[in-house]
């Protein structure tokens, strides 16, 4: 558990013991908080590497400056924290929002990603926006518990919560007791109007290491459209579907063996 200090912002991190396969780093989702588990850092990833993660600016124990964000900020952070780590070029991987931030990575310090894995995320533009979690913020508490559920795995339906009232009920309080840190309300919205503002559409081309996609076939939040355009113009990519929706990485155990694997062969 440590903290570095770059030249706009002070960010906490942590890391997994070293592995033979070398260093990956992880760039979390919206709202992330390394100090809520389960996280990355209890994945099978750090079987075989050593996970690097962090809180973005804004969030958890990393400085929330109150200007507004922008995604080349959230990008910047992470090449700041590469370099002061001493590593030169390492694989990333961004899961949701942090896929957004590891194409903004990828674009604008190209040399310090070697191999590139994006999980349940958009391009933005015309390439498809995610959905606008921000919009989420107007709704009172319960009607904001529900929609976010529901967005997450399509599966969920209306008619789904009519014939399921008790798994419903009890998906809702699992849901409610998930997260013990929230986020701080500030920092969380600069994180959203950043996402907001995400585009890559019209850049992808400029990646050039080895990608893998992985998206669940349930998502309401990264749909199935999104990672089909970002296969068709990301020219090193590879794409896969999973059982699941946007939380597809702890529904189907197939992803990580596969993330594993990937990163192992494209060394």
Known sequence: MSFIDTKDITIYYEKSPSRSKGP??????????????????????????????????????????????????????????????GISSLPVMGVSFGGMVAQELAIRHSEKVSQLVLACTSSGGKGGSSYPLHKLEELDPEKKLEAGIKINDLRITDAWVKENTEDWKKLKELSANRIQYKPEP??????????????????LSAIKVPVLL????????????????LHKNIKFSTLNFYEGGHLFLIQDKEAFKDIIEWITKNR
């Open 214 to 229: 992985l998206g669940g076939k349930y998502d309401g939040i990264a749909p199935v459209k999104n990672m089909e355009y």
């Open 24 to 85: 990956l780093l992880y760039i979390g989702g919206t709202g992330s908080d390394l100090r809520n588990r389960p996280n990355q850092l209890n994945s099978p990833l750090t079987e075989h590497f050593e996970l690097i993660g962090y809180d973005q600016r804004g969030l958890g124990q990393t400085s929330k400056p109150t200007q507004p964000y922008s995604m080349k900020q959230y990008a910047d952070d992470a090449a700041d924290l590469i370099d002061k780590l």
């Open 186 to 203: 500030s920092g969380f919205k600069n994180q959203l109007m950043a996402r907001k503002e995400h585009d890559t559409s019209n850049r």
